[in-house]
């Protein structure tokens, strides 16, 4: 095979390439929306995790608090049966209000996640129109450009 024969070949290949440009911010700008969308995921992945911990923290100091109650010395027999019953009906009490907290907070991040994934569906149908009707002028001025050459 000639030098000219290979000559022709990257020559056609160069033109072909740039006939169909390649958008590389399309590229970039989809990198930094899918980077956003999991910065928020994350966001409210912690604000639930911090929460969640204050919950947890408040429930033991209350039960902790409540502990303390029942072991401390009593005068009468009886006075210790009515402090663990004042204790297991405050526990009671406590674990409905934590398990009520914990469902609010689990709530809420379904909530903000289902809206963050509606609002990046939204922009990355957006942002996938655009680019495919860039592409499409691009692709037709290429072709409109290699046909108008011959």
Not at 5 to 18: A, E, F, R, V, Y
Not at 21 to 27: G, K, L, T
Not at 75 to 97: F, G, L, R, T
Not at 112 to 121: D, H, I, S
């Amino acid at each position: 095979m000639s030098t000219n024969k290979n000559d022709d070949l990257t020559k056609m290949m160069q033109d072909m390439m740039s006939a169909f440009p390649v958008d590389a911010s399309s590229v970039q700008e989809a990198f930094k929306n899918s980077a956003a969308l999991g910065e928020k995921l994350s966001k409210v992945a912690l604000e639930a995790a911090e929460k969640s911990t204050e919950i947890s923290t408040k429930w033991t100091r209350e039960t902790l608090a409540k502990l303390g109650e029942v072991t401390k010395l009593k005068e009468e027999p009886a006075d210790y049966s009515k402090a663990i019953a004042d204790y297991a009906s405050s526990q009671a009490e406590m674990v409905a209000e934590t398990m009520a907290a914990f469902a609010e907070v689990a709530k809420k991040v379904q909530m903000e996640t289902v809206e963050l994934m509606l609002a990046a569906g939204k922009d990355f149908s957006e942002d996938a129109t655009a680019a495919v009707k860039k592409a499409t002028a691009d692709v037709t001025a290429a072709a409109k450009k290699a046909t108008a050459a011959k």
